[in-house]
């Protein structure tokens, strides 16, 4: 069974900048974060192959404010958020894909984590 954990999760201002880490327990995964906003759906941030590390982020978020990022040695997958905004407040999940390709598309990810809370006051 594939196992995800993310950490790195917090409260912080507006204008911070926040990394979350993504270990994911085996090689061979495309990965992906993504966040879930209080009565809203979850959705995707970034997402990053494994074969290449292609990446892929959500059209409308502000360019340069997220990235994602691949160690394979320790099987980690970042995502660097600067700027951050109240709106930006989700729990933040990672989640691996059976495939090695890109995928962005949220029902091609199989194995998730719990989720971090990140929390941006203003």
């Known amino acids: 069974q594939v196992q995800v954990i993310e950490s790195g999760g917090g409260v912080v201002q507006t204008g911070d900048s926040l990394r979350l880490s993504c270990t994911v327990s085996?090689?061979?995964?495309?990965t992906g974060w993504f966040r879930q906003a209080p009565g809203k759906e979850r959705e995707i941030i970034a997402t990053?192959?494994?074969?290449?590390?292609?990446?892929?982020y959500r059209r409308d978020l502000q360019k340069g404010r997220f990235a994602i990022s691949r160690d394979s040695a320790k099987n980690t997958v970042d995502l660097q958020m600067n700027s951050l905004k109240p709106e930006d407040t989700a729990v933040y999940y990672c989640?691996?894909?059976?495939?090695?390709?890109?995928?962005?598309?949220?029902?091609?990810?199989?194995?998730w984590g719990r989720g971090t809370q990140v929390t941006v006051s203003s």
């Open positions: 989640a691996a894909s059976r495939f090695r390709r890109l995928i962005v598309v949220i029902e091609n990810f199989q194995y």
């Open positions: 990053i192959s494994w074969n290449d590390n292609s990446t892929y």
């Open positions: 085996g090689p061979g995964y495309a």
